[in-house]
């Protein structure tokens, strides 16, 4: 389903007067609302193809209605949500379960929908139909060579699909590790992993980097072998220049300081970028900025002024991704939900006076200091977001417009009620 661009042009004159009042009065507040407007536009956040159809837990998963079945419907919805906030304009897909059949076709089809192929993501963390080996006991750490050298083949495989689709990078996530003490030992675990990890960075294109995510348990209880900053980091310095950790929000222990994480990451060159979800216990995957609102504003605060530190393009620099499951919610509102949330986010990070922020810490103004990042933290920035939406032509409520067209039931009018997005 494409949308129709005189419906948001009719849709945004009817909120239009009411915008501008916003606007008007947030320019008066805020002082460099053009600079920001135009870092916002250039601002895009990929889409994982898994994120389009209903997510579920080990007790069950409860389907939603007219689920993309197939890439290019998955494409499709990932193209409708780019049309209505213009942030989303790239996808990026999982590996064995959106492998294109038709490259050609399907780099035509994500040019007519403005999506750029980002990331690509292999999956040893379970077993395909007619595989050989089994990854019940981990994949590139396997005590069996035979299987490590099945996970490594796979992420080479990947690696040859996503250069088909002009992806540039490959996420390596690994369930690796140990459900209880004494099944593993550490440093062989740890000794394979590199190993394997070496022979896939040696398949790596030149233009092209590996990002290594670490996550702290599940589905391995007792030990992961990339379970936190510190071991993905061994890893990407081991393996060289064009590997680095990627953070996912969801990935570590409880009330860990994660704004910390990424600016020294940032400062070693090593962080590889973000995959966005928001937790109130451990690895949710809940709507971004739905529990800790404050603490995706510090991050981003972090990442804003590492990458300026370090002459950084804010857009093009480190990969942004949503990684989250949607179990009670549409999936394409709760994305549109969690878009326009981590826009805000970076909205507030720019709108940080850094130089107060020097002054106060050099000065060690405890106070002075926190009360600008809470100041700024509660300045109203939905209308300047708002803003870049409407000259990038979307819409100036994306939620409301898919609400009121009642995109959902067209999606299901299209593809039936009982549609299954493939690998959930
Ligand atoms: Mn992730």
Not at 354 to 374: G, H, I, S
């Amino acid at each position: 389903m494409r949308i129709d661009t005189s419906a948001i042009q009719k849709h945004n004159d009817q909120y239009l007067s009411r915008h501008q009042k916003h606007f008007d009065f947030a320019k008066s507040e805020v002082g460099n609302t053009e600079a920001i407007i135009k870092k916002l536009i250039d601002f895009q956040v990929a889409i994982p193809s898994w994120a389009l159809g209903t997510g579920g837990t080990r007790f069950g998963r409860f389907a939603g209605a007219g689920e993309p079945g197939t890439l290019e419907q998955k494409m499709e919805d990932v193209g409708l949500l780019h049309a209505l906030n213009k942030s989303s304009g790239a996808i990026s897909l999982h590996i064995p379960w959106d492998i294109p059949k038709d490259y050609s076709a399907i780099k035509k089809l994500g040019a007519e929908l403005n999506l750029k192929f980002d990331a690509v993501n292999s999956n040893t963390f379970q077993d395909q139909p007619g595989q050989e080996q089994t990854y019940k006991f981990g994949s590139l750490q396997n005590v069996n060579k035979a299987i490590r050298k099945q996970a490594i083949q796979h992420n080479i495989d990947v690696i040859k699909h996503g250069v088909e689709l002009g992806s540039q990078s490959l996420t390596v996530w690994l369930s690796d590790g140990s459900c209880f003490p004494g099944q593993l030992n550490f440093r062989k675990a740890f000794q394979n992993t590199l190993e394997s990890l070496e022979e896939i960075y040696a398949a790596l294109p030149a233009d092209w980097k590996m990002f290594v995510e670490y996550k702290a348990f599940e589905p391995n209880f007792y030990s992961m072998t990339v379970g936190d900053w510190g071991q993905s980091l061994l890893y990407a310095n081991k393996l060289g220049a064009k590997a680095y950790t990627l953070v996912d929000l969801g990935h570590h222990l409880p009330n860990a300081n994660i704004e910390q994480i990424v600016s020294l990451l940032l400062m070693e060159g090593k962080l590889a970028g973000f995959h966005f979800n928001d937790s109130k216990y451990g690895d949710d995957d809940l709507t971004v900025g739905s529990i800790k609102p404050y603490q995706l504003f510090l991050i981003f605060n972090e990442l804003v002024e590492g990458m300026d530190a370090r002459g950084m393009n804010h857009a093009t620099d480190l990969g942004w991704m949503i990684d989250a499951s949607h179990n009670v919610k549409d999936p394409l509102e709760d994305l549109l939900q969690s878009v326009e949330a981590i826009m805000m986010s970076y909205a507030h990070a720019l709108l940080v006076d850094r130089n107060k922020l020097n002054t106060a810490q050099d000065n060690n103004d405890v106070v002075a200091a926190q009360e600008l990042l809470k100041q700024t933290f509660h300045t109203d920035v939905r209308s300047i977001v708002a803003e870049a939406r409407l000259r990038s032509g979307g819409a100036l409520q994306p939620l409301q417009f898919y609400r009121e067209q009642q995109l959902r039931q067209q999606l299901i009018k299209e593809r039936g009620i009982a549609t299954k997005a493939t690998g959930l």
